[in-house]
């Protein structure tokens, strides 16, 4: 995992930015007041199959289309199953020894969290993507050339399968796939708009929670669906071939 700064940044969509959806906007200044870690790779098959080897994950093998397992993205598991094995990950760190395992701190965001491991937040998860940056994609304006895996990315995988984590060069922050490869599940209930959404970097879970936030675009994505500011939602019980998800850490 990377510690990532706390900081803040505009949220969303600028007008300058053409074709946006109308659930880009508002943009709003968010302030992430204290430093929170995250996965440099988004959570792997191999790490989904440590879970369900020492009982967690309810035991559950998602498909993975034939691509392939090991350090490709888990693909196939829904919102509620990564909530699983945020569950798994912290009661494996509580078990620990107080001597050697993380301390503990205290959570924020969802009544679902109980540990320091949990999904980002909607916003966490655009700070981190962003990097710093202002630009529609955190490599610059512009789609380039071979720069994630999507439909018209110009990679080997595009509008194919899922590629090996850490295919691409990483972001400002050091994480990879930030965009492309698999849409990532957050905290957050979707809403059509930012009005009143949280300006602290906390979950937005207030409201209608029947669908689940997603970000970060896909393999089967175009280019535009890989922007920073692109949101997704579906129900927590959806699972998809382009679906995955990311872990965050609370930090003292």
């Known amino acids: 995992m990377i510690e990532i700064p706390a ?48 009982g967690g994950c309810n035991a559950y093998w998602p498909e993975d289309q034939g691509w392939g397992r090991g350090n490709r993205p888990v693909i196939n598991v829904s919102w509620e199953d990564a909530q699983r094995y945020v569950r798994w990950l912290n009661e494996k760190v509580q078990s620990l020894p107080r001597s050697t395992g993380p301390a503990l701190a205290p959570t924020t965001g969802s009544e679902v969290m109980s540990g320091p491991y949990r999904l980002l937040t909607e916003a966490e998860w655009e700070y981190a993507a962003r990097a710093g940056t202002t630009t529609v994609y955190y490599w610059g304006d512009s789609r380039g050339n071979a720069n994630a895996n999507c439909d018209g990315c110009g990679s080997l995988w595009d509008n194919k399968q899922t590629s090996p984590v850490g295919s691409f060069a990483p972001n400002p922050f050091g994480l990879y796939d930030m965009a492309g490869n698999v849409l990532q599940w957050v905290e957050d209930c979707y809403h059509e708009t930012y009005a009143r959404a949280p300006v602290d970097g906390s979950a937005w879970t207030a409201g209608n929670c029947y669908t689940r936030v997603q970000r970060g675009g896909s393999w089967y994505n175009s280019t535009y669906y890989l922007r920073s500011a692109t949101r997704y939602s579906n129900a927590p019980n959806f699972h998809g071939l382009n679906v995955g998800f990311r872990i965050a850490r609370t930090l003292d």
Do not use: H, K
């Open 7 to 54: 900081g803040s940044f505009t949220m969303g969509s600028p007008a300058t930015e053409r074709s946006i959806y109308p659930n880009e906007s508002p943009p709003r200044r968010v302030t992430i007041s204290r430093p929170f870690a995250v996965g440099v790779y988004d959570v792997t098959f191999d790490q989904w199959y440590d879970c369900i080897s020492e």
